[in-house]
């Protein structure tokens, strides 16, 4: 199994964004997903800086994919859209079914996990539109996944987040410029304050929500590295760890000796709980409540 590292979703400095993708270029992950995904108003980087920052990592051998907007909301996002898919150098993402509109037929592509395939009929379809990988929902449950595996087209691989905050859902309000009482359009970019998110508690003060603009995503760490063996016997191909401002060279080392057999699961369990101030939950993969952990993952 190849290990990917899924694009940025928060909204880190230009400084932080290079020094990140230099590391990344040092660590043992064969793929990376570069863009922005999230909000058109991040730009940081531009579409040129991404395809420098993609040349750099393909020079050091890694598969660079471009990820594309998963909510397309104007005329510039289409515009930036059209210009990721005429790129002309490095497969593409597609993250709505826009993108796969304009990548249909034309170049090979990987359905990114927005597209929510959950049965074996709209892979198929996916996969005569030139599909040669597809991204599992972080919703799906081994159990839903089984059947879809089994009937999969030939020569389309299978790729699933097994390590980052759970994306729930997308809107069209900015949820971070609310909470400053600011309109989407003057956020004055305050998504730059929380390079991990805003974080949401309950009135028990317990871990609850993360704000990521427009995204709403989990509090807890969604972790499936307990489940290697599993998701080995289901011919996953590609496992996606998505990136956090701290610890993640840690996370992939801690992947990349778990699928050679230089680490246990427990022992990289234990060392990535303290990543997690939060919690880890794989409750999703298990086919129950998304928040929750099994016990069999953090047995010994």
């Known amino acids: 199994m190849k290990l990917a590292l899924g694009p940025v979703l928060y909204y880190w400095t230009r400084d932080a964004l290079l020094d990140f993708y230099a590391d990344i270029a040092e660590s043992t992950v064969d793929i990376v997903y570069l863009g922005e995904t999230v909000c058109s108003r991040r730009h940081q980087l531009r579409l040129q800086d991404w395809l420098d920052v993609a040349a750099r990592l393909a020079a050091a051998g890694k598969q660079v994919i471009l990820s594309t907007q998963v909510l397309i909301e104007s ?48 892979l198929r379809f996916l996969a005569a539109l030139g599909a040669v990988r597809w991204v599992v929902t972080p919703e799906m449950s081994a159990e839903m996944l089984v059947p879809i595996q089994k009937e999969r087209p030939p020569d389309v691989e299978t790729e699933a987040l097994v390590y980052g905050r759970l994306p729930l859902a997308f809107s069209a309000r900015c949820f971070t410029a609310r909470a400053y009482n600011l309109p989407k359009d003057d956020c004055r970019f305050r998504c730059l304050d929380y390079p991990d998110g805003l974080a949401l508690r309950t009135r028990e003060d317990e871990p609850f929500l993360v704000l990521n603009g427009i995204q709403t995503q989990s509090a807890r760490i969604y972790n499936l590295i307990g489940e290697l063996a599993a998701l080995r016997n289901m011919g996953l191909d590609v496992l996606r760890i998505s990136p956090q401002i701290e610890h993640t060279m840690e996370i992939i080392g801690l992947f990349r000796d778990c699928l050679d057999q230089a680490c246990s699961v427990h022992s990289a369990l234990q060392t990535m709980n303290k990543f997690a101030p939060d919690g880890i939950c794989d409750g999703y993969w298990q086919g129950c409540a998304g928040l929750e952990q099994s016990v069999t993952a953090i047995k010994p």
Do not use: W
């Open 75 to 122: 005329e510039s996002d289409l515009k930036n859209l059209r210009a990721i898919v005429d790129n002309d150098y490095f497969m593409v993402e597609a993250n709505d079914m826009g993108a796969v509109h304009l990548l249909a037929g034309k170049i090979p592509f990987v359905g990114g996990p927005h597209l929510n395939i959950y049965n074996s009929h709209s």
